[in-house]
């Protein structure tokens, strides 16, 4: 109107609007798992689980430094006590969390959104489930639980009061725990670490908080430890709330279980946290064998676990990775790219494994100055840090093997040990593997194809015989173009040369047996 005329500012065409800014962000966290190389996309992908594993065991690792501070070896000792019975529990809930995990990778690299959205909300729904059902059940057996472990009477208050206090939180974990593994699905690995790092800070904070000024004790860190849970499990929730595409969750349809989603979590997850709790009941074993020799060796055990723990969070972390690679890239039917990436996953994981086992060994004495300063408590905490650390590299084998299963869709190997089986799989090319996947996915459209394959290889050498049995029975033979094609594969039909040649081969066997 003045005569001027308004010129737009180019650098403010240049700036994205605030909600691209935030899906930029987003999509800067996924990784491509389809194309590209795989070691470095490998170890951006499994080092922030890998610390998000070690931050899941500074919680356990804050309440053992504050009781040991600043309470007694006693009130340290009965937390310590509990590890088997949590890692037990906690084993089956990761297990079922990586199913979700396998289950929505592979929709996703089947370029299925909608289905991958129903897959979110069955994940959801069965932490919820499962979270509260474990809690009651372990509420009523944690006394029973505290005369299975014989712990002695000078720690069992406070290992009981840990436990029921822990157990409360339990929803909480199973909810983060699904949640995290779902976003691991699409390659983001690092939103669930930063949700752990603010809960890990709130659970530091509380448990001086409850046990300095509130003088709570054990109760005071386990109550800490359950509302760290809660802020971390929010998180997580809310930036599946405000998230786009399969992964976002819709509030009012939280309880919107899929059957179809459902069943391969669940055979692909129960067997993973059947895994895991081998381990732990023979944990609890070895547990109820350490209570006998006091509250020293006690105190020793828990501190050196936590030390010697954060080895096999790199383990577990490239042993996902090799999980949600394979399963990505199966669901895209590139088999070649499988095996590459379990093999990159070994090759990395042994690395990391043999550098974490040296660090621990050369530094355990001044990591455990952190928990306890009486020289007993040392000595018998070193000594289990050198014989479980120094056999551990020998885990990673088995870890990348059984995740690898898992990412094709096996659920467990009917024949022989699942760990060792994954070496005759036909994915990695070395021998063919005795079953199919138990991922019985309707729309499996790979697994469909490969099976017709194999049925029209076969079709040429069976046709001649079952021409020959038709004739023999007096029948009208099947026709040799039915037998001999198939519409998938587009086999050639056999030719004439080659059906006479096996009519007398067959007839000289025949002519063999009738003169013996």
């Known amino acids: 109107m003045n005569g001027r005329t308004k010129v737009p500012d180019p650098t403010a065409e240049q700036q994205p609007a605030k909600g691209q800014r935030k899906d930029m962000r987003r999509k800067n966290k996924k990784i491509d798992m389809l194309n590209g190389s795989i070691w470095d996309k490998m170890i951006v992908f499994a080092l922030p689980l890998a610390f998000t594993g070690m931050l899941q065991q500074l919680f ?49 690299g089947m370029k299925e959104p909608e289905r991958a959205n129903r897959a979110v909300h069955t994940a959801l729904a069965t932490a919820v489930i499962f979270g509260i059902g474990t809690a009651i059940v372990g509420e009523c057996f944690a006394g029973p639980a505290m005369d299975w472990l014989s712990v002695p009477e000078a720690v ?52 001086l908080f409850f046990v300095l000024v509130f003088g709570m004790g054990t109760a005071g860190v386990a109550l800490a430890t359950v509302l ?22 819709e509030p009012r349809e939280v309880f919107r279980i899929d059957m179809t989603a459902l069943r391969p979590m669940v055979r692909i997850g129960w067997p993973a946290g059947l895994q895991g709790a081998v381990f732990s009941i023979s944990n609890l074993v070895i547990q109820s064998a350490i209570n006998s020799l006091g509250a020293d060796a006690m105190a020793g055990s828990v501190a050196a676990f936590t030390i010697e723990i954060n080895i096999y969070c790199f383990i577990n972390a490239f042993g996902l990775a090799a999980t949600t690679f394979v399963s990505q890239n199966y669901g895209a039917k590139n088999l070649e790219r499988c095996k590459r990436a379990t093999y990159v996953a070994t090759g990395l994981n042994m690395v990391a494994t043999v550098l974490m086992v040296a660090l621990v060994l050369v530094f355990g004495r ?3 100055g952190l928990f306890t300063d009486v020289p007993a408590v040392v000595e018998l905490a070193m000594a289990r840090i050198f014989w479980v650390a120094s056999f551990e590299p020998i885990s990673v084998l088995m870890e990348v093997s059984s995740s690898a299963m898992r990412g094709y869709g096996y659920d467990a190997a009917r024949h022989g040990d699942p760990h060792l089986r994954v070496l005759r799989a036909p994915h990695l090319g070395l021998d063919r593997l005795r079953g199919k996947p138990r991922l019985r996915d309707p729309d499996d459209r790979l697994s469909d194809q490969l099976g017709r394959h194999r049925r029209a290889a076969a079709l040429p050498l069976r046709a001649p015989h079952e021409a020959h049995q038709a004739q023999v029975r007096g029948a ?18 056999v030719k004439a040369g080659a059906v006479s040649v096996r009519e007398d081969f067959q007839r000289l066997c025949r002519g063999l047996l009738e003169v013996g």
């Open 228 to 249: 760290a849970n809660a802020l971390a499990a929010s998180l997580l929730f809310f930036s599946f709330i405000t998230a786009d595409g399969p992964l976002h969750i």
């Open 366 to 368: 001044t990591m455990l």
């Open 156 to 207: 069992r208050d406070d290992a009981l009061t840990y436990l029921r206090v822990y157990l409360l939180g339990m929803p909480f974990i199973a909810i983060y725990n699904f949640l995290a593994a779902v976003m691991r699905s699409q390659g983001d690995t690092q939103t669930p670490l930063w949700a752990l790092v603010a809960a890990t800070l709130v659970n530091i904070a509380g448990n």
């Open 476 to 493: 009208r033979p099947r026709s040799r173009s039915r037998l001999t094609s198939c519409p998938s594969t587009k086999t050639a039909p």
């Open 60 to 108: 356990n690792a804050a309440d053992v430094a504050v009781l040991g501070r600043f309470v007694s070896n006693e009130s340290m000792a009965g937390v310590g006590n509990n590890v088997p019975v949590i890692g037990l529990i906690i084993a089956f809930c990761m297990g079922l969390a990586l199913g979700a995990n396998v289950v929505v990778a592979r929709l996703l």
